[in-house]
């Protein structure tokens, strides 16, 4: 069972193993420390749902389902969870950008280059017939969660890609997420220069082992204005 942001994982297991199953991870986890994992989000833990891949769903994921929810997960066995998988990548485009700029991700020019790597997204979905989950749905079940609660005194700060930054690991999912959207950009004729330009920054700053938040936002939409992709 592939539980990773992006899609790229269950392609590679399917390589290796007969039976592979995909899981949508919509958690609000923070891992900062070794041993300290704080969960922000009560009384339901996180969305987990599950299904085989490519497609379909079976007596396996429908036990998994049932075994999350009985500890406390909102969770489902679907016969189509790669387009729930998809539909988090859509949010997962704008983590290069948290993880870059963190706190300062929420003023106007911020919100401007997260729409423009959205709508990069949403023209390479479309170019390659990729299917996602409703949205309205998705968005009803997000607000039965209970919503987002401070632990310790401490909101939750950032990203899985914010949080790789922060630890110093070396490495990001951009490659996945961003480079995904890249990828597809590439194979079907679709511009994603706002995409390439933050997978390629992300990089950048995990490998210099940068901190989350050290870039400011300005830099970023200076950076993309020569380029002219926002106008």
């Known amino acids: 069972m592939c539980a990773t942001n992006g899609v790229e994982a269950e392609r590679l297991a399917l390589r290796r193993f007969a039976n592979v199953y995909g899981m949508r991870v919509i958690l609000a986890g923070t891992h900062l420390e070794p041993g300290v994992v704080e969960i922000a989000s009560a ?6 749902d599950v299904g085989r891949y490519p497609s379909g769903g079976d007596a396996r994921s429908e036990q998994i389902a049932a075994d999350l929810k009985a500890s406390g997960f909102d969770a489902c066995s679907t016969d189509e969870v790669m387009s729930f998988k ?45 299917k996602i989950a409703d949205e309205e749905r998705e968005s009803v079940r997000r607000r039965l969660r209970g919503g987002l609660r401070p632990v310790n005194g401490v909101t939750h ?4 890609s914010w949080q790789s ?42 490998t210099q082992r940068r901190p ?19 106008g």
């Open 43 to 48: 009384p339901v833990f996180g969305l987990l």
């Open 212 to 230: 989350a938040g050290s870039v400011p936002i300005e830099e970023i939409a200076a950076r993309l204005d020569l380029g002219g992709v926002l």
């Open 157 to 160: 700060r950032g990203s899985s």
């Open 165 to 206: 930054l922060e630890r110093g690991t070396g490495n990001i999912e951009a490659d996945y997420l961003n480079g995904e959207i890249v990828l597809l950009g590439r194979i079907h004729g679709i511009p994603t220069p706002v995409n390439t330009y933050l997978q390629q920054l992300a990089n950048r700053l995990a």
């Open 86 to 130: 998809y539909l988090k990548l859509l949010g997962n485009v704008g983590n290069a950008l948290d993880a870059a700029c963190g706190t300062r991700m929420g003023n106007d020019t911020a919100k401007a280059i997260y729409q423009a790597t959205q709508a990069e997204a949403r023209a390479c979905l479309a170019a390659a017939g990729i």
